[in-house]
């Protein structure tokens, strides 16, 4: 397999081998591709703890538990208003 890379990749590729850490060029890619791996399975969970929060809103608004927003945001407005008046003192 060839890959073809600009100038600024090989570069980088080149000081990570010149730092000692790695010993090839190869193992380098083979590391950026483990991390690559890595992170699509980090945001393909995180996708799907997302969709389950959506879900679990959705079942509690349909069963009637509901939280006025306004009310929530005037509540949190409230507190940090206390918290920068007690920090100022």
């Known amino acids: 397999m060839n890959v073809h890379l600009?100038?600024?990749?090989?570069?980088l590729i080149?000081?990570?081998v010149?730092?000692?850490r790695?010993?090839?060029?190869?193992?380098v890619m083979r590391e950026a591709l483990r991390l690559m791996e890595q992170r699509?399975?980090?945001?393909?969970?995180?996708?799907e703890e997302v969709r389950r929060k959506i879900n679990e809103g959705l079942d509690s608004l349909s069963r009637g538990e509901v939280v006025d927003?306004?009310?929530?945001?005037?509540?949190i407005?409230?507190?940090l208003g206390a918290l920068e008046q007690s920090s100022e003192r």
Do not use: I, M, N, P
């Not at 699509?40 to 996708?47: G, I, S, T, V, Y």
């Open 6 to 11: 600009t100038r600024e990749l090989e570069e």
């Open 14 to 16: 080149q000081k990570k």
């Open 18 to 20: 010149d730092s000692g």
């Open 22 to 27: 790695y010993s090839s060029a190869s193992e």
């Open 40 to 47: 699509d399975e980090f945001l393909a969970l995180r996708k």
């Open 69 to 75: 927003g306004e009310a929530v945001f005037d509540r």
């Open 77 to 79: 407005e409230a507190e």
